[in-house]
């Protein structure tokens, strides 16, 4: 049994640490670009956004962590989700598509109409068409030299 959450002061320490372990472990991009990723984020930064961006998490029936979803606050109707991490152990077992699934469902409710990402490699690409978004583009040569598929959901 999964549960996802919202992220609050009492469970952002944790949070930011799985954070760091899924961008180093699970991404695929240079080192240079996940080292950066992960050195934006600290526990003042997280704090200081709990009530305006979407920090979510998936705990199993034991409390343990098992992925994370980043979003901003939506601009314009429009919300963008940065990551949606998953343990590569726990990868292939829904968890990712219910983080996605709550995160649309809190960006309707505080009045965003669509929601937008991108991902760097083609088998996200599919992970994403299966929970309904839809291709919008490629960015060749992007952040960090690598390519990017763009992809919209309206919700």
Same mark, same amino acid.
Do not use: R
């Given at each position: %049994?999964?549960?996802? @959450?919202?992220?609050?002061?009492? +469970?952002?320490? =944790?949070?930011?640490?799985? *954070?760091?372990?899924?961008?180093?472990?699970?991404?695929?991009? $240079?080192?240079?670009?996940?080292?950066?990723?992960?050195?934006? &984020?600290?526990?003042?930064?997280?704090?200081?956004?709990?009530?305006? &961006?979407? #920090? !979510?998490?998936?705990?199993?029936?034991?409390? +343990?962590?098992?992925?994370?979803?980043?979003? @901003? $606050?939506?601009?314009?109707? /429009?919300?963008?989700?940065? &990551? /949606? *991490?998953?343990? $590569?152990? +726990? =990868?292939?077992?829904?968890?990712?598509?219910?983080?996605?699934?709550?995160?649309?469902?809190?960006?309707?409710?505080?009045?965003?109409?669509?929601?937008?990402?991108?991902? $760097?490699?083609?088998?996200?690409? +599919?992970?994403?068409?299966?929970?309904? %978004?839809? !291709?919008?583009? @490629?960015?060749?040569?992007?952040?960090?030299?690598?390519? #990017? &598929?763009? %992809?919209?959901?309206?919700?």
């Amino acid at each position: %049994m999964i549960y996802i @959450t919202k992220i609050d002061a009492a +469970n952002s320490k =944790q949070y930011l640490a799985k *954070l760091a372990n899924l961008i180093e472990t699970t991404i695929v991009l $240079p080192v240079a670009a996940k080292n950066a990723y992960k050195n934006q &984020w600290s526990l003042n930064k997280i704090n200081s956004l709990l009530n305006d &961006w979407l #920090f !979510l998490a998936a705990y199993d029936e034991e409390n +343990n962590m098992k992925g994370v979803l980043l979003g @901003t $606050p939506h601009e314009g109707g /429009v919300g963008t989700i940065i &990551w /949606v *991490l998953i343990e $590569p152990n +726990n =990868q292939k077992k829904g968890i990712g598509g219910l983080l996605f699934k709550k995160a649309c469902d809190l960006y309707k409710l505080s009045g965003a109409h669509k929601v937008k990402l991108t991902v $760097p490699d083609k088998n996200t690409v +599919n992970f994403y068409k299966k929970q309904g %978004m839809h !291709l919008e583009g @490629t960015h060749q040569n992007h952040w960090y030299g690598a390519d #990017f &598929w763009s %992809m919209g959901l309206n919700i």
